[in-house]
């Protein structure tokens, strides 16, 4: 259940949080005093500890060694320094692993992972889970009143890299699971669909996890199992977030999300958004070839959303280079800066790292830091110190609210079930149409909310549902009701098709979605390997689609572009709907950049959304509001300098000059406007 959050923010610190992930233990303890002296000149405001010191703490079952720890909080409390303290619950010691083998979790194909790694853990071991409890009592009791505690970290990053575990434990536990969320085994079988190829169970003592299987296992199986792990390790978080609550009341609980749809896929952050006192999450940029810095606003947008709009905090992001991709360039100069401010705009109050000083052993002694290799001397240096004075100027927007100007509908479960075997087309990617869509909405300088399927949201001009396979009749008639009211919402293919179990709806696709969309889809006709169709309509200019099309039927919706050629030739390719007050529209072929721009251009317009001229490509204007008005972030990701028009007269933070008009933002750069009034 949701609990009652003490302090929706550090307790203590008034400024925005600067700083990052502080190792003293990977370090002779003559460098923590340079260490510290360091932070205070690049104006680092909290620092979090702890995070993989369970050995250190507990270097025996039951024999403690704080006092390392002391010296370290007591050294950053003089020095004003505030600190986020972990549990070291994610790496657990090496004795706990030789007392309890048990406890390693099991692959789906009965492989036991070994010592030797991070996050190895069988979250359903009572073992794990009564020395992970311990570990956090004893760090509660001892720290709850230190002056120089902002907050408790719980864990790190849930869910990379094990979340689920295939173990006997977690088969009982499963069980479990089961019989709370569906009751007897009759209903079990009713929701799985287990008359299909004989899988019917006579007891829940019948049931494993979904273990490797010879062809495709059953997936109502599956997505529950997926339901299932994320569940428990939200038990264990909660399991530690009760303690910490009630030994140190009035410290803000959290642990460090992963929200970016290209770095975690297993766990609902809508549910544990519900549960942390402050969310926080960890961003790093992907090198695939994609825009990074739309990536990186997509997953702060996203974050935003999970915080319900309020402040949440970045706690992890790179000063550079990582170390875990196949390549890892250098951030380009500047661009660490933007990177920061593109999260403080989007509502973070601050921007943290990993980690302070760059490692010299382990698995990420090349991940760059605040505190490079090169040292002081080093550009890294340089820009983490004046990023520190920049951070420091912007004390005025903690707590202000972004603005977003729409909003986009996302659900990791229907991501969960989309994902599983056997779909028409293994191409169809539903990240990749949330980051198609997403994109498109970016290049029309359009903050985003994201927004959980059943969520209100009369708030919102437009909508966009880019993929929601699963799709409750609850959804169904929350976005009929939206459009009724006057709402513009566009749906894009393979929507609405099953219900929470990944059984279809009855009656012909899209499910839920039939009434609101007014249409039916005969069948799915998926495209081969680089095939595409044409979409022609005698109001605008032609498409081009591919992956995907539909066999549409118009049960009231109007046909805008229709297929010129593919099986559906001559029949609906994308359909406007109008019903109530508002529009649906659907696009039932994949559609990208310029294609897909035709039909947003054309929802947008039903939505009176105008088209933000006078914005440059690539340039980034984003405001957060308050009760001491309105502070407009402008960020240049290209190589021109740039000009963004003002609502009003105000004043340049960063660099204190009164502006008026037009707002000069050169190549790379960021500013930052509290506008008058």
């Known amino acids: 259940m949701p609990h009652t959050a003490p302090e929706p923010a550090p307790h203590g610190l008034r400024r925005l949080a600067f700083g990052g992930d502080y190792n003293p233990e990977q370090w002779p303890e003559e460098v923590w005093h340079e260490d510290v002296a360091l932070m205070r000149e690049a104006g680092v405001t909290m620092v979090s500890v702890g995070i993989f010191s369970w050995a250190l703490l507990e270097p025996e079952p039951g024999g403690y060694d704080f006092g390392w720890l002391d010296r370290v909080l007591d050294l950053l409390h003089e020095a004003g320094i505030r600190v986020d303290l972990g549990t070291p619950t994610v790496a657990p010691p090496a004795w706990f692993y030789r007392a309890h083998p048990e406890a390693l979790p099991v692959s789906r194909e009965g492989v036991r992972y070994a010592f030797g790694s991070r996050g190895a853990i069988c979250h359903s071991n009572p073992a794990y889970r009564s020395a992970a409890a311990n570990i956090t009592e004893q760090l509660a009791r001892r720290y709850a009143d230190h002056p120089a505690l902002a907050m408790w970290h719980v864990h790190n990053e849930y869910g990379v890299p094990v979340s689920a575990c295939y173990c006997d434990n977690c088969a009982a536990h499963f069980r479990r699971w089961l019989a709370g969320r569906h009751g007897g085994v009759e209903a079990v079988n009713e929701a799985w669909g287990t008359a299909f190829w004989g899988q019917r169970y006579r007891s829940l003592d019948e049931i494993d996890p979904p273990r490797a299987t010879p062809t495709v296992a059953n997936p109502a199986q599956r997505l529950d199992y997926a339901r299932f792990a994320d569940a428990t390790m939200r038990e264990n978080f909660c399991s530690e977030r009760d303690i910490l609550h009630r030994l140190a009341p009035g410290i803000p609980v959290t642990t460090n999300f992963m929200t970016a749809l290209s770095q975690c896929d297993s766990v609902d952050y809508w549910a544990w958004g519900r549960e942390t006192d402050l969310v926080t999450n960890d961003h790093y940029l992907i090198t695939d070839g994609r825009r990074t810095h739309v990536n990186l606003a997509?997953?702060?947008?996203?974050?935003?959303?999970?915080?319900?709009?309020?402040?949440?905090?970045?706690?992890?992001?790179?000063?550079?280079?990582?170390?875990?991709?196949?390549?890892?360039?250098?951030?380009?100069?500047?661009?660490?800066?933007?990177?920061?401010?593109?999260?403080?705009?989007r509502g973070s109050d601050g921007a943290m790292f990993f980690q302070w000083r760059q490692s010299r052993s382990g698995a990420e002694k090349f991940h760059s830091a605040m505190v490079p290799h090169a040292g002081t001397d080093s550009r890294v240096w340089r820009e983490v110190s004046g990023l520190g004075a920049d951070l420091g100027l912007l004390s005025g927007i903690r707590g202000t609210r972004t603005v977003a100007d729409a909003a986009m509908l996302w659900d990791w479960q229907s991501w969960w079930a989309q994902k599983l075997e056997w779909r028409p087309s293994e191409d169809h990617d539903a990240r990749e149409r949330a980051d198609t869509?997403?994109?498109?909405?970016?290049?029309?300088?359009?903050?985003?909310?994201?927004?959980?399927?059943?969520?209100?949201?009369?708030?919102?001009?437009?909508v966009v549902v880019p993929a929601l396979y699963l799709a409750t009749e609850e959804t169904g008639r929350n976005l009929r009701s939206y459009v009724e009211n006057g709402g513009t919402l566009v749906v894009s293919y393979f929507s609405g098709i099953v219900d929470t179990q990944d059984a279809v709806h009855p009656g012909p696709y899209p499910g839920a979605l039939r009434d609101v969309l007014g249409l039916t889809i005969e069948e799915f006709s998926p495209l081969g390997e680089g095939g595409t169709v044409r979409l022609i309509t005698p109001e605008g200019p032609e498409l081009t689609g591919d992956l995907w099309s539909d066999v549409v039927i118009p049960r009231g919706a109007e046909t805008v572009w229709s297929y010129a050629d593919g099986i559906p030739a001559g029949r609906p390719a994308v359909t406007r709907h109008r019903l109530g007050r508002g529009t649906a529209w659907y696009i039932s072929t994949r559609l990208s950049g310029t294609h897909l721009d035709a039909v947003l251009d054309r929802a947008c317009d039903d939505a009176r959304i105008a088209p933000r001229t006078g914005l440059p490509y690539d340039v980034e204007v984003v405001r957060r509001t308050g009760d001491d008005g309105t502070y407009l972030f402008a960020i240049n990701h290209t190589g021109d300098d740039a000009k963004v028009p003002l609502d009003g007269p105000g004043t340049e933070l960063l660099t204190g000059e009164h502006t008026v008009g037009r707002l000069a933002v050169p190549a790379g750069a960021v500013r930052v406007v509290h506008l008058d009034g």
């Open 298 to 345: 997509m997953a702060a947008d996203l974050t935003r959303s999970v915080a319900g709009g309020a402040p949440w905090l970045l706690l992890e992001h790179s000063t550079s280079g990582v170390n875990w991709q196949p390549r890892n360039p250098a951030k380009r100069p500047g661009e660490m800066a933007r990177n920061s401010l593109a999260h403080v705009a």
């Open 437 to 462: 869509f997403y994109a498109s909405m970016y290049d029309r300088h359009l903050t985003v909310d994201f927004a959980h399927p059943d969520a209100d949201l009369s708030g919102y001009p437009l």
